[in-house]
């Protein structure tokens, strides 16, 4: 467990209650420090010792980390853990699902219909150049590096777990969406054409091209046409956000990043440091975040159980957003709700 900055730690609390309601097997918890909080103690976000013990762990539950007044020396956050964990472990699938709960209002003005997932490839990408940019005052640049490898198992994952959901909304197709720059970038025409050599290994799957530009429209005008989604590192960060933005707020996106050996949990949103400790922060997205956890160890079951007590909730009223995304009747109410509903 990585408790985090700002609200982190409030939410993973919330997130632990629940999963030792639904625990009927055997679990051993291991804190580990990391974030702002780390850096300011230690001088590192994350230490080799707290590194060794997340690559022992079968997965690891983490909640937001940074804080914006703790950075380095070229003005980016020290507390950040993307580039640490996702490329020193490997996790090179960051699994975004994009669900309308019930209950939740969502700004495109629709009950139903947005059950998508988006999976945003993890360690290449514009993110590659993290802390690796060149140039002075007058110039600067960072590098967008795509590889067959990190393309072809990427796709592979995406037509995957498209096997495995029930289809698009919309029309019950299996569909996998690659999401590119194929016009205008090489890098992206590069990961256009792997992808659909990749598709022709699933014929019983569709398989479709989008401009990224395109897709952002398509995300708020049929949002029920897709599926699975997958795209570069950037346009996956930036398109989860406008997703969760249509399904009532990204507090309520869990999201995981997964690799062959290693993967780690957590809620796609930030620290928001200015609501820590008001009871104010909204834990649903931690806990769905626990359910995705229960999956990956094989413990589908306790996930749905998770899942099914947070939509019963939602339905029924005991769980209420604000207009910010925050939860009206606070965090620890809310946890309790989500309990209540577990039976």
Known sequence: MIRGDGIGPELVDSALTVLDAVADFPIELVDVQAGAGAYRAEGS???????????????????????????????????????ILRNGLDLYANVRPITLLPGVRSALRVDDGIDYVIVRENTEGLYASRGKGVGNDHAMTDTLLVTRAGCERIAHFAFTLASRR??????????????????????????RSVFLEVAEQYPDIEAECLYVDAA???????????????????????????????????????????????????????????????????????????????????????GDRIRGAVRAALRGGSVRLNPDGTVASGTRSTTDAVLAALG
Do not use: W
């Open 216 to 302: 952002a429209q398509a995300l708020v005008l049929a949002p029920e046409h897709f599926d699975v989604i997958v795209t570069e590192n950037l346009f996956g960060d930036i398109l989860s956000d406008l997703g969760g933005g249509t399904v009532g707020g990204i507090a309520l996106c869990p999201s995981g990043n997964i690799g062959d050996s290693h993967a780690y949990f957590e809620p796609i949103h930030g620290s928001a440091p200015t609501i820590a400790g008001q009871d104010r922060a909204n834990p649903l997205g931690q806990i769905l975040a626990t359910a995705m956890l229960l999956d990956h160890l094989g413990e589908r079951a306790a």
């Open 45 to 83: 976000a994350l230490s080799d010792a707290g590194l060794a013990v997340i690559r022992e762990a079968d997965a690891t539950l983490k909640g937001p980390v940074g804080l914006p007044d703790v950075r380095q020396s070229d003005g980016t956050e020290a507390g950040l853990l993307g580039g």
């Open 166 to 191: 029930s289809g698009a909304p919309a029309d019950g197709v299996r569909r996998v969406t690659c999401v590119d720059k194929a016009n205008v970038l090489r890098s992206m025409y590069f990961f």
